[in-house]
């Protein structure tokens, strides 16, 4: 889940114990195009404040309408928008989209407060709700676990922000960090040399001056963690690929040009790396967009990064690249 999901959690939380009437609009499912995908969240007060998104557009319109009228319902309940190309004009669904919710009322902060505290150690969380009977039960989710509702029932992920760890506090690092932070990674970025990181200050960041194989365990790598190696020096560089490969991390990453790279992987195979764990490399690091500048290598990162993430256990994250028009040293 991203970090407006976790306020709006917050936000339920906190409005609840002032007092307040609070329903949790979970996107259940959706059909054609539709501007959140399920799994995306909004609190809803009882005067209409909201918090949180589930479609950007006229369907949050109806539903303070809904609550200032006390018309939400008691129990948990699914709304439809977009059955017909009038609504999904009415609502501002493009394309034809439909958009189902479920509604519910939350009166308890106290699983709330376990969701948070799981997130907090960046556990992820499976929460089934019973459309009958409105009860709710929490267990712990898999990483390839997502969102799920057979009409019956809703379960629901919850869980922390993905994460980036940078080796390299360059240039490239500072243009991507930037990007991942628009792109809600929580950033990590690790160098240990100080002529290097004495003179970092992106706000946002986690500065890490410990060395970058070390910093691999002792930050809890797993399946939400993408690792990308940007120093250009080959003993800091390969010492955390021997760490990340064997790692779960779900991309890992590193700069250099496809001479340079089919180099790296030879020292690679000197070491305890099988050739499937080689091959999880992304190098050179980046869609292949002729990008050149650390910005444009960056963007290049960036969007590497969104087009894996956004295809966590698909084929398209083992796919050949594009052709490799870009320049990597």
Known sequence: MDSLD???LRQARDWIAAGHRVHLLTVAQTWGS??????ALAVL?????????????????DLIERAQQAALPNQPERITYGITS??????G????????LVVEPVRDTAWLDL????????ALVLRTVDMQTGASSLAPAGPLDGPDFDGRTLRAVYGPRWRLLIIGANQTARALANIAISLDFHVLVCDPREEFYGGWDIPGVTLLTTMPDDTVAEIGTDERTAIVALTHDPKL??????????????YIGALGSGPNQAKRRERLRMFDLSDDEIARLHGPVGLRIASRT???IAVAIAAELIWVRNTVGGAAACAPHPPDTARQR
């Open 6 to 8: 976790m306020d709006v």
């Open 34 to 39: 539709a501007p959140r995908q399920a799994g």
């Open 45 to 61: 007060r009882e005067d209409g404040r909201l918090v949180g998104s589930v479609s950007g557009g006229c369907v949050e319109d």
């Open 86 to 91: 009038d609504d999904a004009a009415r609502f």
């Open 93 to 100: 669904l493009p394309c034809g989209g439909t958009l189902r």
């Open 115 to 122: 969701v948070l505290a799981d997130i907090a150690r960046h």
């Open 237 to 250: 560089d390969d010492m955390v690929l021997l760490e990340a490969l064997k790692s779960p991390a779900f």
């Open 294 to 296: 650390p910005a444009e």
